[in-house]
């Protein structure tokens, strides 16, 4: 898909769009709907009569597992998964047909990079200097105790003053006036990394309202030297156009619905927030940088694409749930006797990681804590627990179960000091605090102090197969296990 609007046809098309005619207000009312919405696991919604702004408005477009593998070119998120996976383990060519199939494959990798592009859709309108106006967009005020509009699904662009690199990372921007934002920048993104690395002034550029691979890559935890828009070009098979801006150095996508142009400045520090964050909870007011806005270009019947977060389940769980299904081959490159993991709607992604393993020697689970605490975002998990690899981590029943059974306080509990989440409230200092690991794997010889350690309850396959070809008979009205 090149843009939003190819993918508001597929939604429409597929029964996954509602669009609704009647006046909704963006001030807190179009929360309360699409709240509602997203809890009860409904479709994407367009506002097309937003008070205030001539701009409709698109939100939950992510907001199921079939919406966001669909945005992304698959049918479901493993299956995508297993393309990377083909990337990721691809071994050193042993003889010519190997080297044939590997420069192919190389070369339709390296023909995803960016094309630039002279002119695009994202510029038919364009407002420079006294002539932007924040006010014409229908930025959403979330929550009753947010401190003001929120920006909440951008695209925010920026390079690395010395090597060059581009960033395209998702955080959030607050509007304070008709041309000036604040740009949540947290001491953990690579944009505050280009910031402090600068001479105290950042080009920026801000997209909002891409293709759903697009928007997807710039929440992607990649690693600085991966463009995310070739991630994204490798996601959709087509690779991403880039315009140059009108008023900063720097590209933008060419098929975005808005874009703000301007720069982030060091030295222009203010109060941002509240907002009500993707936790549950408030975020409480911090200390962020200004973001001026020199421009404001658009599209001539732009949408406005945006989300909600708060308390889960929301719009945006999708999105972590498609990082972990589609970073999960990368993370078994390093750590190959990890067998699934998962990240559960009530760990909010970075308050617990559940994770299975196919247990080699004595401590084994212990190592797969630490390890994940070695992993990128991954190592502000504030808990992991680790069970056997015959075990659904997607089942949080059956972990839980294995965790009340299994888990001896004083053998198996790691509690370690390190880097949690800048939006953990609970941590005693900001964005450092203690995290917790559970081992509730069977325990073996050389785990400490093991006595015998029981077999667990379960019926033969002979009887249980015998009893499911009789089960009509017994005229017992539940579904046969």
């Not at 005619?21 to 409904?42: F, N, Q």
């Amino acid at each position: 898909m090149r843009d939003l609007r190819e993918w508001i046809r597929v939604l429409r098309d597929s029964g996954e769009l509602v669009e609704v005619d009647a006046e909704v207000d963006p001030y807190l009312e179009i929360t309360e709907i699409s709240d509602r919405v997203m809890k009860a696991g409904g479709p994407a919604v367009l506002f097309r009569n937003v008070r205030g702004s001539a701009l409709p408005v698109l939100i939950n477009q992510f907001g199921s597992e079939r919406r966001m593998a669909r945005g992304l070119g698959g049918e479901d998120l493993d299956q995508i998964a297993a393309r990377i996976a083909h990337i990721a383990e691809m071994q050193p060519p042993q003889g010519l047909m190997d080297k044939v199939k590997a420069l192919g494959t190389l070369k339709d990798l390296a023909s995803l990079g960016t094309k630039s592009v002279r002119s695009g859709p994202c510029q038919e309108v364009v407002l420079r200097g006294d002539e932007v106006d924040l006010d014409l967009l229908p930025i959403l005020t979330c929550w009753p105790g947010d401190g003001g509009p929120f920006v909440t699904l951008p695209l925010v662009f920026s390079h690395d003053p010395h090597t060059g690199s581009r960033n395209c990372g998702m955080y959030r921007v607050q509007k304070v006036d008709r041309n000036t934002c604040i740009m949540h920048w947290q001491v953990h993104k690579d944009g505050r990394r280009h910031l402090l690395n600068s001479d105290g002034r950042v080009p920026v550029a801000v997209a909002i309202g891409t293709d759903p691979a697009v928007t997807y890559s710039a929440t992607a935890p990649l690693p600085p030297a991966l463009d995310e828009m070739m991630f994204a070009g490798f996601l959709r098979g087509e690779r991403v156009e880039m315009v140059q801006a009108v008023s900063q150095d720097i590209e933008v996508p060419a098929h975005a619905e808005v874009v703000l142009e301007g720069y982030v400045d060091a030295t222009d520090i203010r109060d941002e927030g509240p907002f009500g964050d993707h936790t549950g909870f408030y975020t409480p007011v911090d200390r962020y940088p200004a973001f001026h806005v020199t421009a404001l270009t658009m599209r001539r019947d732009a949408i406005y694409s945006t989300t909600i977060v708060g308390m889960p389940p929301m719009e945006d769980y999708w999105l972590g749930k498609a990082t972990e299904r589609l970073f999960l081959p990368l993370i078994r490159m390093t750590l190959p006797d990890l067998v699934d993991m998962n990240l559960p709607l009530e760990g909010i992604f970075h308050n617990c990681a559940i994770v299975s393993v196919r247990k080699r020697y004595p401590g084994h689970a212990k190592t797969l804590i630490n390890a994940v605490w070695g992993l990128g975002l991954l190592s502000l998990s504030r808990c992991v627990i680790v069970v056997d690899a015959d075990i659904d981590v997607h089942d949080v029943s059956q972990v839980a179960f294995r965790a009340f059974s299994n888990v001896d306080a004083k053998r198996d509990v790691l509690i370690v000091d390190g880097p949690v989440d800048a939006l953990d409230h609970a941590a005693p200092h900001f964005a450092y605090g203690a995290k917790i690991g559970f081992d509730a794997t069977a325990k073996w010889v050389g785990e400490g102090e093991v006595r015998p350690w029981p077999d667990e309850i379960r019926m033969s396959d002979e009887v249980r197969e015998r009893v499911s070809d009789r089960w009509a008979e017994f005229g017992i009205p539940v579904p046969p296990a």
